[in-house]
T-cell receptor, first 114, second 110 residues
Framework: DAGVIQSPRHEVTEMGQEVTLRCKPISGHNSLFWYRQTMMRGLELLIYFNNNVPIDDSGMPEDRFSAKMPNASFSTLKIQPSEPRDSAVYFC????????????FGPGTRLTVL | RKEVEQDPGPFNVPEGATVAFNCTYSNSASQSFFWYRQDCRKEPKLLMSVYSSGNEDGRFTAQLNRASQYISLLIRDSKLSDSATYLCVVNMDSSYKLIFGSGTRLLVRP
């Protein structure tokens, strides 16, 4: 079975540019999470969707960040405009139901903003 | 105080050694506890859940001490392939939100 799929795997962009990260959750999973991981702050939850509806976006750092989930098999995380401090690894994870112990992570997108 | 605290390590041990990691959490109302493993430049993966009675999976043993608010992971007979970062994870209210520790790095040398 395919796991969580993320694209691109690596992204290098210049400050001020728009960045769009993509995620395809595991088929049948109805919860989707976007995380950010940095050396300084570790793994942080940015936003959580359940049945395609954003439930908790309290972790989204600021208005430059937005996330959508138009259907059960696709989600995007957009940063506009990007800044160097956004450089991090962004993970998408999915799970079935509300059980917290079954989150499956994608391989991540390593973002570098110059 | 961080919600979940871990010693960052690294723990540098020879093959065959036994190594233990501890993790403390701040919220006494925390409901569920887990250890995730993250290899270098890879995604986190669930290693094992931590139950009140303690649980064992092969060479790995996890224990929970609610009174002292800490979780432990014991690895026996360390293998080179055990080299990774081990993330302590706590769920506060049995819903979706996981709080990740910053991880403990383990290096197993030949």
């Amino acid at each position: 079975d395919a796991g969580v799929i993320q694209s691109p795997r690596h992204e290098v962009t210049e400050m001020g540019q728009e960045v769009t990260l993509r995620c395809k959750p595991i088929s049948g999973h109805n919860s989707l999470f976007w995380y950010r991981q940095t050396m300084m702050r570790g793994l942080e939850l940015l936003i959580y969707f359940n049945n395609n509806v954003p439930i908790d976006d309290s972790g989204m750092p600021e208005d430059r960040f937005s996330a959508k989930m138009p259907n059960a098999s696709f989600s995007t995380l957009k940063i506009q405009p990007s800044e160097p401090r956004d450089s991090a690894v962004y993970f998408c994870a999915s799970s079935f139901g509300l059980a917290a112990d079954t989150q499956y992570f994608g391989p991540g997108t390593r973002l570098t903003v110059l | 105080r961080k919600e979940v605290e871990q010693d960052p390590g690294p723990f540098n041990v020879p093959e065959g050694a036994t190594v233990a990691f501890n993790c403390t959490y701040s919220n006494s109302a925390s409901q569920s506890f887990f250890w995730y493993r993250q290899d270098c430049r890879k995604e986190p993966k669930l290693l094992m859940s931590v139950y009140s009675s303690g649980n064992e999976d092969g060479r790995f043993t996890a224990q929970l001490n609610r009174a002292s608010q800490y979780i432990s992971l014991l690895i026996r007979d360390s293998k080179l392939s055990d080299s990774a970062t081990y993330l302590c994870v706590v769920n506060m209210d049995s819903s979706y939100k996981l709080i990740f520790g910053s991880g403990t790095r383990l290096l197993v040398r030949p």
